[in-house]
């Protein structure tokens, strides 16, 4: 639904200004090698060390992240509703996210769910994106969550045509994938119980 000619000075109000130019700063920095491949190789090359250039990406990565928080956590004290999420979002988001926990430690864990999705840790964040967009309807929800699935859909299509690089994690083990199925699970469970709501303030399981 567009903005109307009223509410479109909502987008300059200070928490969208905090949100949208921390979403430019943490995704503009993570979307260097999809847009341009091979920028990290170059770049360490020419710094010499893979040192200064893990700082600058973490110091920009970490500014952005900040102020991603601190724009949402404005924005929730005003509101723009663009859409209600449908009746039954918020039970389709619960299940959604019943994988994703596991994906995430499964990206870090060899094992045959790594193998067989690729990129278990991008599918995990696609699907983090859809429930909480299912169950949330406002202008600053639908720029986070929007964006974070976009950016890792736009991720998942650039890495066929980018170096690729292996990700730091446990050694392969028999037993990863039910480590990751079991632990990933527990740990949703945690988030149902109390921890989204100690976290983010919103609790999931509604008398």
Same mark, same amino acid.
């Given at each position: 639904?567009?903005?109307?000619?009223?509410?479109?000075?909502?987008?300059?109000?200070?928490?969208?200004?905090?949100?949208?130019?921390?979403?430019?700063?943490?995704?503009?920095?993570?979307?260097?090698?999809?847009?341009?491949?091979?920028?990290?190789?170059?770049?360490?090359?020419?710094?010499?060390?893979?040192?200064?250039?893990? =700082?600058?990406?973490?110091?920009?990565?970490?500014?952005?992240?900040?102020?991603?928080?601190?724009?949402?956590?404005?924005?929730?004290?005003?509101?723009?509703?663009?859409?209600?999420?449908?009746?039954?979002?918020?039970?389709?988001?619960?299940?959604?996210?019943?994988?994703?926990?596991?994906?995430?430690?499964?990206?870090?864990?060899?094992?045959?769910?790594?193998?067989?999705?690729?990129?278990?840790?991008?599918?995990?964040?696609?699907?983090? =994106?859809? =429930?909480?967009?299912?169950?949330?309807?406002?202008?600053?929800?639908?720029?986070?969550?929007?964006?974070?699935?976009?950016?890792?859909?736009?991720?998942? %299509?650039?890495?066929?045509?980018?170096?690729?690089?292996?990700?730091?994690?446990?050694? =392969?083990?028999?037993?990863?994938?039910?480590?990751?199925?079991?632990?990933?699970?527990?740990?949703? %469970?945690?988030?149902?119980?109390?921890?989204?709501?100690?976290?983010?303030?919103?609790?999931?399981?509604?008398?």
């Amino acid at each position: 639904m567009p903005l109307s000619s009223t509410h479109s000075g909502y987008l300059c109000a200070p928490s969208m200004t905090w949100l949208i130019v921390g979403l430019i700063l943490f995704f503009g920095i993570h979307s260097i090698e999809i847009v341009r491949p091979g920028t990290r190789t170059a770049a360490i090359r020419r710094l010499g060390s893979e040192g200064p250039w893990k =700082a600058m990406y973490a110091l920009v990565s970490i500014i952005g992240l900040a102020m991603i928080v601190y724009g949402y956590g404005l924005s929730r004290y005003a509101p723009y509703l663009l859409y209600t999420p449908p009746g039954a979002g918020r039970h389709l988001a619960m299940l959604l996210m019943v994988p994703v926990f596991p994906l995430i430690l499964a990206a870090y864990l060899p094992g045959r769910i790594a193998h067989a999705l690729c990129h278990p840790m991008l599918i995990a964040t696609v699907l983090w =994106a859809c =429930a909480h967009l299912l169950a949330n309807g406002n202008l600053a929800d639908v720029l986070l969550f929007g964006v974070f699935g976009l950016w890792a859909l736009a991720d998942i %299509a650039s890495l066929s045509r980018r170096p690729k690089r292996s990700i730091a994690g446990a050694p =392969a083990w028999p037993w990863n994938d039910l480590v990751a199925v079991v632990s990933g699970l527990l740990v949703y %469970a945690a988030f149902l119980l109390f921890a989204h709501r100690w976290l983010i303030g919103v609790p999931l399981l509604r008398g």
